[in-house]
């Protein structure tokens, strides 16, 4: 199926945006550790993954991290405490809030918590991306998080292109 000769391709220049750093990541189901960790090493971040909050907590103790995936719902200790404690210790690290809860006022809780978004499972690879670049990106502004993986590709683009590419907008692929 090739496009006719006058179609318009259209890409989102966010897929080519590359990530970097650390992720913790508590959450108890394997199947979602399995599928979260998968997701963050193709955007090219290192998770680590722990079993719950008590663990996470342990964890912003001994290693640096850029960002927190937090299951809330985890025994020993829930993501909404562990959250509250990290948040206490580490205000400037985002926490993302995971969540099979999605009723109303489910993402009221999680940022009275402390949390800086919120995400429904199943886990939305899309829509995980996108909130940890919009939080990393946030970060990088003094620390350089985000790293676009085709530098070549951005010397040859105009101005407007480039500012088309720095937004997430849409880019004509003619």
């Known amino acids: ?28 189901s394997p199947t979602n550790q399995t599928l979260i960790e998968l997701i963050l090493k193709k955007a090219g971040l290192k998770a680590k993954i722990v079993d719950n909050g008590y663990e996470a907590v342990q964890y912003m103790e001994k ?21 509250k404690l990290i948040k206490s210790k580490h205000p400037e690290i985002p926490v993302i809030a995971l969540t099979a809860c999605a009723m109303k006022g489910d993402d ?11 995400l429904t499972k199943p886990v939305d690879r899309k829509k995980l991306i996108d909130a940890l670049s919009k939080h990393l990106f946030d970060r990088s502004e003094q620390s350089k998080k985000i790293d676009n993986s085709n530098k070549t590709q951005e010397k040859n683009m105009n101005n407007s292109e480039q500012t088309a590419a720095q937004t997430g907008e849409i880019e004509i692929d003619w």
């Open 1 to 28: 199926n090739q496009l006719p000769a006058n179609a318009v391709k259209a890409k989102s220049v966010s897929t080519d945006i590359r990530l970097t750093g650390n992720i913790l990541v508590a959450e108890d």
């Open 63 to 83: 290693e640096s991290f850029d960002a927190v995936l937090m299951d809330i719902q985890m025994p020993v200790m829930n993501g909404y405490e562990a959250t």
């Open 108 to 118: 009221d809780k999680c940022f009275a918590a402390g949390c800086d978004d919120y």
